[in-house]
């Protein structure tokens, strides 16, 4: 798996080493369709377990035409209003600055 913050704009978001991320991140379920917004924004459809309604977040300010989800069927992400502000990808962690 490549880097997460190869596929992440450095100018927004950072590496964040996983003992000093923020509280509140929960595992969820993405689910394989993910559409693209413009060529730095992707829309992911996600849950977090089969029992619970998708809900639709946005990850933003990627590297242009980088999917940060492509192939990732499971991940720790940290939500704000439907954004996506942190990343956990098995200790591969980056959040907005």
């Known amino acids: 798996m490549a880097d997460l913050m190869e596929s992440l704009d450095q100018s927004k978001w950072?590496?964040?080493?996983?003992?000093?991320k923020q509280a509140?991140?929960?595992e969820?379920?993405?689910m394989r369709q993910h559409k693209k917004?413009?060529?730095t924004s992707y829309r992911y459809v996600?849950?977090?377990d089969a029992d619970e309604d998708p809900k639709g977040v946005v990850v933003e300010f990627t590297e242009?035409?980088?999917d940060p989800l492509k192939d990732i069927g499971t991940a720790e992400?940290?939500?704000k209003e439907g954004q996506v502000v942190g990343i956990?990808?098995?200790?591969?962690?980056?959040?907005?600055k």
């Open 88 to 96: 956990d990808l098995d200790g591969d962690c980056c959040e907005l």
């Open 14 to 20: 950072q590496k964040v080493d996983v003992s000093k």
């Open 64 to 66: 242009k035409e980088k």
């Open 37 to 39: 917004l413009s060529p």
């Open 46 to 48: 996600i849950q977090t």
């Open 24 to 26: 509140g991140y929960t």
């Open 77 to 79: 992400l940290l939500l």
């Open 28 to 30: 969820f379920q993405v």
